[in-house]
């Protein structure tokens, strides 16, 4: 029997949810996607994705943050060009290759979109939303710090989603192959993949508070797996954190005149990994009917950044915005000029990778895990 396999990316996602990020030219997604072959005839109806900046499709252009991109030069090869939506890339974000990739439609919108259509819920969305991470100082920082502002919660958004998807049932609004039977069925094969990148908050606190805050991070994103196991997810994939001190950024305020990587940082990410790779095997005999696989994404993107060539890259240590040092949100804005040559960079602000990038590390992590799913 055909298991229904909706896509869910936390960097954490909803129902069979890869990390797949595949390299296009603007508006030609489909043509240069590669259909993944999921086994045992699976098919995957929707596409859902949580996490931060990595993944956001535009969520934050309708929260109150300073976490903000929704202005040129972001979106420089979207579209038809100079096409800023929100998404912290010049192009694509993982979010819309993996929907491309599982054949489910070529962009993934944000599910804070007022003109979301039935159809966009029924194939899925982007509950993801920059700087919105598990260390609550996290979202206040993003949030300008305001006490009476209350913190984007992207899981109470996926509850508002079933609630809005049997209302659509009961009402008759949906197609009868969407009964409460398939959605309940739906929701059983949700695939989360959980992250955490929020890097200038994070991996700040960990150096400084050590083992205690990492250890406290650890509970918080078990308690979220527990909870996205509650509604539903069985099959939930855990992205790690990345080589975080080799991003543009790390290196310009903590690598030195050399600008060299930050050791610290990296040790820190590290540390991280260990544990919560640990965590998610303990986790696992927990819960015998779901699957939940450790994503490893420090390994691909540092051996990116130490040898760009291998991938074609030319430039790993600065952005390709302005000077490349620390240009990221509002500071990489209208008034700077950015590199002619986006596709020979890894990163495209100094956080963010360029789409290009994210194809490759996005297809590394799936291709090495996408069995372990099932």
Not at 46 to 72: E, L, M, P, Q, W
Not at 292 to 297: E, G, H
Request: charged share 25%; net charge positive.
């Amino acid at each position: 029997m055909n298991h229904i396999n909706t896509m869910f990316f936390f960097e954490v996602p909803f129902s069979k949810l890869f990390l797949v990020v595949l390299w296009s030219f603007s508006t030609v997604i489909i043509s240069l996607v590669n259909v993944v072959s999921l086994p045992n005839n699976n098919s995957v109806p929707a596409v859902f994705v949580f996490g931060d900046s990595i993944v956001d499709t535009g969520n934050n252009n309708y929260i109150k943050t300073i976490a903000k991109c929704d202005f040129r030069p972001y979106g420089k090869d979207f579209g038809e060009g100079n096409q800023p939506t929100g998404r912290f890339s010049n192009g694509l974000v993982p979010s819309d290759f993996i929907a491309a990739k599982f054949e489910v439609k070529k962009l993934l919108p944000p599910y804070l979109d007022p003109k979301l259509k039935r159809e966009d819920l029924l194939t899925g969305v982007s509950f993801a939303s920059g700087a919105n991470g598990y260390d609550p100082l996290t979202s206040k920082i993003a949030v300008n710090n305001c006490s009476h502002l209350k913190p984007y919660n992207q899981l109470e958004k996926f509850k508002e989603y079933i609630k809005k998807i049997q209302g659509m049932v009961m009402s008759r609004e949906v197609e009868d192959d969407y009964n409460l039977d398939k959605l309940s069925r739906m929701l059983e094969e949700v695939k989360f993949l959980p992250s955490l990148k929020d890097k200038l908050t994070f991996l700040g606190e960990i150096e400084k508070k050590g083992y205690a805050f990492r250890d406290a991070i650890i509970l918080i994103k078990k308690n979220k797996m527990q909870e996205l196991h509650g509604v539903g997810a069985r099959r939930i994939g855990i992205l790690g954190l990345p080589n975080v001190g080799c991003v543009p950024f790390e290196r310009t305020i903590r690598g030195g005149l050399k600008r060299t990587c930050s050791d610290a940082d990296n040790q820190a990410a590290m540390l991280f990994n260990n544990k919560l790779s640990s965590q998610i095997d303990i986790l696992g005999k927990n819960f015998p009917d779901a699957r939940l696989v450790y994503l490893d994404i420090y390994n691909a993107l540092s051996d990116m950044t130490q040898n760009p060539s291998k991938y074609g890259f030319e430039v790993a240590d600065k952005g390709c915005c302005g000077t490349g040092d620390i240009e990221v949100g509002f500071l990489c804005n209208p008034a700077l000029k950015i590199c002619s040559n986006r596709s020979s960079y890894v990163f495209w602000d100094s956080f963010h990778p360029t789409e290009r990038a994210y194809n490759i590390l996005s297809s590394e992590v799936l291709d090495k895990n996408i069995n372990k799913f099932f």
